[in-house]
């Protein structure tokens, strides 16, 4: 994604997505540190640092068939990404993939469960304690011209938009890759225009434009997500997923509410969902519209053509068999057991997206794809619960975490 309801529940509810391809940079996040009177434990780079455990035996879980049929086809997809894409967890070697690839292309559907009991072995990355939320593929409705009704802008990528360093940058401090912004007037590096100057027109001339959105409230919601579809009022789909973002600081608008004392029960509070949020921006539209330009992080789109919205291994997701993870502690592209809280929320899944909310350890977000009850899901997911991670057999022994 990116990706992801992920980036506003996280500060909603303090624990996704989007769908950001592999290869763009996910917006910054805002995070308020806690308050502690004791030194923090260091937090382990990633899943071999953080620890392995042998997890439960494949044959020992609760899996549907249908659950496996979907996550087998799903895994099939991504195969030539694990086949050739450098594992960030420290987990996985891109040629101990090439087994259960190659059996995963011949085995039938309704043998799926078989597949995974043969193939992997499930272990646990540190404690196992897992928290998910959802992510979704907007709808909302669009024109691929200004017309009345359809005046909010959905740009691409502007051309000015770069990476460099300020001037005032030391030598000595340029490392890693550059910040975004923009050369002004005068020839100075600068950040780039923040939500606010752009929604007062800031890009008008200076950006491409793909399409109008009809409802700034449901497109600031779709930023959330990283992509999405725009009906135009002729029936025509325009499907547009994530290309940048601004480099402009993310400040999630659930948690300014919360802080606010907005959210909750009783008289005058509004539920803690995206649904809730919404509700409040659109009953104060003043304050509303101020609250969501305290997110200065604006996202650039591009039209996407063919199957599905991209994840960040460049591959459709799919409702219910993809689930956005942390690189650094699931290997992109495997398979994922998920014992929750929320029945929804567990089950087997894919590891397909990223998003920059969906940071550490055991930290999910799940894909419903797209509707009414897709958001329905996504809005209001909140999961605890365990999580274990599959591999191949002949990894995880090698890892000293085979299946007891």
């Known amino acids: 994604m990116r990706a992801s309801l992920a980036l506003f529940l996280l500060a909603l ?46 044959s020992a879980l609760p899996v549907q068939d249908s659950d496996a049929a979907g996550a087998l086809a799903s895994f099939i997809e991504s195969c030539p990404r694990l086949l050739t894409r450098q594992d960030a967890s420290g987990l996985t070697r891109p ?96 950040l780039y225009h923040d939500r606010a100057a752009i929604e007062d027109g800031a890009l008008d001339g200076k950006a491409p434009v793909i399409a109008w959105a009809a409802d700034p409230v449901e497109f600031f919601f779709l930023q959330i997500q ?18 940048g973002q601004n480099g402009r600081e993310y400040v999630g608008i659930g948690g300014v509410m919360r802080e606010r004392g907005l959210l909750g029960e009783g008289p005058g509070k509004y539920a803690g969902s995206m649904q809730g949020i919404m509700a409040y921006i659109r009953e104060n539209p003043a304050e509303g519209r101020d609250l969501m330009r305290l997110n200065k992080s604006w996202i650039f789109f591009s039209e996407l053509r063919g199957d599905g919205p991209l994840g960040a291994l460049g591959i459709p997701v799919r409702r219910e068999s993809s689930v956005a993870a ?43 794809g797209a509707g009414e009850d897709a958001r329905r899901i996504a809005g209001g997911m909140s999961a605890r619960g365990r999580a274990f991670v599959l591999i191949p057999r002949a990894t995880a022994a090698r890892l000293g975490a085979g299946t007891p």
């Open 95 to 190: 040629a101990d993939w090439r087994g259960a690839c190659d059996a995963a292309r011949s085995w039938p559907q309704a043998g799926a469960r078989a597949f995974f009991a043969q193939e992997f072995a499930a272990v646990q990355v540190g404690d196992g304690r897992a928290f998910a939320t959802g992510y979704f593929e907007p709808q909302i409705a669009g024109s691929r011209t200004r017309r009345t009704g359809f005046k909010v802008p959905v740009y691409a990528m502007p051309t000015d938009l770069v990476r460099a360093w300020p001037d005032e940058a030391p030598l000595a401090e340029r490392t890693g890759r550059p910040p975004l912004g923009r050369y002004d007037e005068q020839g100075r590096f600068v």
């Open 13 to 58: 509810l303090s624990a996704c997505g989007r769908l950001i391809p592999e290869g763009a940079t996910p917006p910054p996040t805002v995070a308020v540190p806690p308050a502690v009177t004791t030194p923090i434990a260091p937090v382990a780079a990633n899943a071999l640092l953080a620890g392995l455990m042998a997890g439960p035996a494949f």
């Open 226 to 243: 990283g992509s999405g579809r725009l009906v135009t009022p002729e029936g025509e789909v325009i499907r547009i997923g994530y290309a």
């Open 326 to 368: 942390d690189p650094a502690f699931v290997p992109l592209g495997a398979p994922v057991w998920l014992d929750m809280d929320r029945a929804e929320a567990g089950g087997l899944w894919i590891a397909q997206d990223t998003g920059g909310a969906i940071k550490g350890a055991n930290r999910f977000d799940t894909f419903w």
